[in-house]
């Protein structure tokens, strides 16, 4: 062990090869980077602000249309519900259909449906009358089965009347002649 004296010949193991280390190095050098460009800014993007004169006008288009379906939901939703029930329904209250026209409108503005005259006409036909129709077929199986049981009735009745003739036929024969 050495005591901090040094010669060439008492040098330390490590320190010689800390010293073969640094010799047999290779300095690599690094590559120079050449800064990369920065991107080109985009162009700002400028949002569409709506205007609240046009948004209000196409709420307002949407109302007329909006009117429209509410009811026909009401008128159809109302017969569904008396067919069903078998008795006259409500339908809905005038704050339930201002609700209602309300967010039917704000759904139309929004959707950009356009309702044109022709296609109003269709739903509310379908709106209208379909219910209407399912009950008139509903009305007529009734009316069928109706007619059915007063033949029925009537056979029944021929029967008991037929059977009573016959019963008074027999009671007549049985009876001593006076």
Known sequence: MSL????EHTRD?????????????????EPELEPEPLPEPEEAVVEDVPDPTVERAKFEAAMIPAETVVECID???TSLNT???KEEQEGATAAEK???TKATANWLKDTDIDLSPGKML??????IYGPKTVQA???RKQNIENEQLKEENARLRAMMEESEREKAKAKEKTKPKE
Do not use: H, K, N, Y
Not at 13 to 29: A, C
């Open 4 to 7: 901090g004296i040094q010669d």
């Open 13 to 29: 193991p490590f320190d010689e090869f800390l010293d073969t280390l640094g010799q047999e190095r290779e300095v690599i050098s």
């Open 75 to 77: 008128v159809g939703f």
């Open 83 to 85: 067919f069903i029930a």
């Open 98 to 100: 201002e609700s209602l």
């Open 122 to 127: 269709i739903f509310l036909v379908l709106m």
């Open 137 to 139: 077929f509903q009305t």
